[in-house]
């Protein structure tokens, strides 16, 4: 099956700039797709710490499983990901296949194998047959780079009809870092995380400790705020390195929350908003960006919680495909989060108009004006519930035929 | 749009005998449709005991609202049920309406308003103009009958492709009593309840307590157990009424337990689950249906919850409509439930074929043998977890491209 460009692709990608102390390079394996990269092999500078944020499922992946493992030890020296098959749910063979990568990786590039870690992304239950990775990973190890970024990107799609790439620099004391990010992700999108591959990476001298705390915050307020079918994967990995080059005399900063990281903070997040945004919009069959902003909530969790209940409500969903200013529906789902609410204090706003207010259709409600609002390409949902202060942000996209198409169809 | 005849709609429905003390008419108020039925109303002889399960929204429709607020005495002479709008979220205007047509009843009927209980189904959000009601009501009660069931059954349905009904008879002591029950439901269906209504009634002498207890159990395994799309409606309504027509003396059975009801007990839960399946058989776009049986899980509640997360999983769905065997979608449901569960202990199968065995694919997996079983109108998917002894079946249907074309242009 062909997979058109997303119509919500932005329209144009910026170059990712070299970081002191990363290279890629990426190439065909030839594991399920044919004639385009599939595997991907990373190297970082000794000293390099890392960070991880890895899938809550009860079913994880043989790659999550050995992360989970050894992010622990909080330094890293390589990442290997392939797409076309997630080495999910493969019993023991999957877990070899996972040793036996990360060996292959550890020879080719002069590391321990626990300083290697692992993604994979692709059908699940196939076993991995990891056994040509040693020659692969050797030849990719000569053949790293520090401008391999944008290839990188490719290398780790799968459904995605668009490679995610986004950049940030800051200043840290007298040092300008680089932040460079890469994600993958179009289906199975729900938060804990949305079902993606994310890897940060970044020359600013931060700790493993400050990195973990970074990257766990922004990973709340983006990469799982985000659900494009409410299916959360066995394999989502978000995984961020900080070489430390652009640090002055080897020293790291400890505390995330420096004030000289101030600048670095607001990068950092860019970065992460930016590829997590890039995976809504390649949501599949997605037609229209959808943010869902409730406000007034009892406490920001309940905030989330009615938020997600609204961006995976199919209804809702389905509404927003067909251009529907259908309130009514984002009532139904504000009633079925299971969270404080009440009734006759609900407002509800579609872009700027005010389509609902304190428990009944606004006075002076304009059908008209709220139609024009569901015909663009980016849709605001706003509600006020009237109970507290919590507040919360959710993304999502609409529902449509072409998502049916492209699950109905993928394994085959 | 037109709505096709569901294919999984049963081949013929039966006919429903009369119910000694309940009485039926509908007619065509042309709230919102024009050339059928959309307004019910039933009678009760003096001294019918009521039970009802209702929506756990928190935007519950103003129907919903006078029903709680009654239930509790115990007792009915007529229910109004409205197809086309539903009621909901429109503010006190919507209270008056339903008191302004509890009161209509009344008058109508000849009993107490508190005596009326009411549903409405339909668009949320437009104030409803009870003002005819009075009007319809009067003559509605001069029309009612007891073979008006078939009638009433088509009165209550929205995007429904077919009305549903059943019936059962069973014995208690010398005597033979009937159970019959109406339904409507197709979309916005999810447990706590399928967004639906339904009404069951009986001439058996059962106390107000005993039907409660038996309408909530079994509204626990049947209405509960079936997921469409996992949206839960402001309106969902089952209400049950008993005669005690076929008693003697008067005499009121006040245990649902006695053991005078054990044929009783079990028509009742017949006449629920057939009632719950023909939704799911109704369900938006719909062409199979599907079972979802987890087993070994650590407790009931916990099964319920990973049966749910499979059934409502729009990839699972999606491959369901596809006819794809793709197991490791079941994989992925399961590990999002946030229930206990150890992949190394999972097995899974689609209907008799074995596709998973403790944590990878099934040794003597076929490919072919599952797709067989995708192919057919029926689908069972089985999990067993190897925790505990916890069981729970949920019943859904495949996500086609029909649900979206029909939700993405509903309320226009």
Not at 302 to 316: E, F
Request: hydrophobic letters at 45%; aromatic letters at 6%.
């Amino acid at each position: 099956m062909e997979l058109m460009r997303s119509p919500l692709a932005p329209a144009s990608q910026p170059d990712l700039p070299p970081i002191t102390g990363v290279k890629l390079a990426a190439m065909a394996a030839g594991l399920k797709y044919r004639g385009r990269d599939d595997l991907l092999l990373l190297t970082f500078a000794p000293g390099t710490r890392v960070a991880g944020v890895l899938t809550k499922s009860a079913c994880a992946s043989a790659p999550v499983d050995w992360c989970r493992d050894h992010l622990g030890r909080g330094t890293a020296r390589a990442v290997v990901v392939n797409a076309g098959n997630a080495n999910a749910f493969t019993g023991q063979k999957g877990a070899r296949a996972a040793q036996m990568t990360a060996q292959a990786a550890a020879l080719a590039v002069g590391c321990e194998a626990h300083e290697v870690f692992l993604a994979s992304t692709g059908v699940i239950g196939e076993p991995l047959d990891a056994t040509a990775f040693g020659d692969h990973l050797s030849t990719l190890a000569t053949l790293v780079s520090d401008d391999g970024w944008a290839r990188a990107a490719g290398a780790i799609m799968t459904t995605d009809t668009f490679s995610k790439v986004a950049t940030a620099a800051a200043r840290i004391g007298d040092q300008t870092v680089t932040i460079n990010g890469i994600a993958k992700g179009s289906g199975m999108i729900a938060p804990d995380m949305a079902t993606m591959l994310g890897f940060v990476a970044t020359d600013a001298p931060v700790s493993s400790a400050a990195l973990q705390t970074l990257l766990s915050r922004e990973t709340d307020r983006t990469f799982n705020a985000v659900t494009v079918d409410s299916d959360t994967s066995t394999s989502d990995t978000v995984l961020a390195f900080a070489t430390g080059s652009a640090g002055e005399h080897g020293e790291l900063i400890e505390n995330a929350d420096d004030s000289a990281l101030d600048e670095f903070r607001q990068a950092f997040a860019h970065v992460m908003r930016n590829l997590a945004m890039q995976i809504v919009r390649d949501g599949e069959g997605a037609t229209k960006l959808v943010s869902v902003d409730i406000r007034g909530a009892v406490s920001d969790a309940s905030a989330r919680a009615i938020a997600m209940s609204v961006a995976n409500s199919p209804l809702v969903k389905t509404a927003i495909a067909g251009e529907d200013a259908n309130w009514g529906r984002i009532v139904m789902a504000v009633g079925k989060a299971g969270q404080p609410a009440d009734r006759d204090k609900l407002s509800i706003w579609f872009g700027d108009v005010k389509v609902a207010h304190e428990g009944e259709r606004a006075p002076d409600y304009s059908e008209e004006a709220a139609s024009l609002h569901m015909q663009g390409q980016e849709v605001k949902i706003t509600v006020e519930l009237g109970m507290g202060d919590g507040s919360y942000t959710a993304y999502t996209c609409d529902l449509t035929k072409r998502y049916i198409e492209i699950n109905g169809d993928y394994r085959s």
